[in-house]
């Protein structure tokens, strides 16, 4: 079983900075592609940016150039740091896990609770 707790989120002004942080704990490894994905109530969650299990990160085109991802493994701690944020990055960024090795869609087995993000 593995647990994902996200921290970092908070309220910023436009052209911002934040730096999300997961922590992982329990079974997990390596072998685990990672991601961030964030959603709008009423809207679908998307995914924002992953990491594969060789270190291959992957945007979605809305955040390439201002977000960045990355991973700490002796730690086993993902973060996301978010650069010129936007109104429009508001939303709830979820990390999430699964053991692939890349994660693409939002089928993955392992979810955090949560943290918010506000940009005004």
């Known amino acids: 079983h593995v647990q994902l707790v996200e921290s970092g989120g908070g309220s910023v002004q436009a052209g911002g900075s934040l730096r999300l942080s997961c922590a992982a704990s329990?079974?997990?490894?390596?072998?685990?592609?990672m991601g961030w994905y964030r959603q709008v109530p009423g809207k679908a969650r998307e995914g924002v940016a992953s990491i594969s299990t060789d270190g291959v990160p992957t945007y979605a085109d809305s955040v390439k150039g201002r977000f960045a991802i990355s991973k700490d493994n002796a730690k086993n701690t993902l973060y996301l740091q978010m650069n010129s944020l936007k109104p429009e990055d508001t939303a709830k960024y979820y990390c999430?896990?699964?053991?692939?090795?890349?994660?693409?869609?939002?089928?993955?087995?392992?979810w955090g609770q949560g943290t918010q993000v506000t940009v005004s």
């Open positions: 329990g079974q997990i490894s390596s072998d685990y592609c």
């Open positions: 999430a896990a699964d053991f692939l090795q890349y994660c693409s869609g939002s089928h993955l087995g392992y």
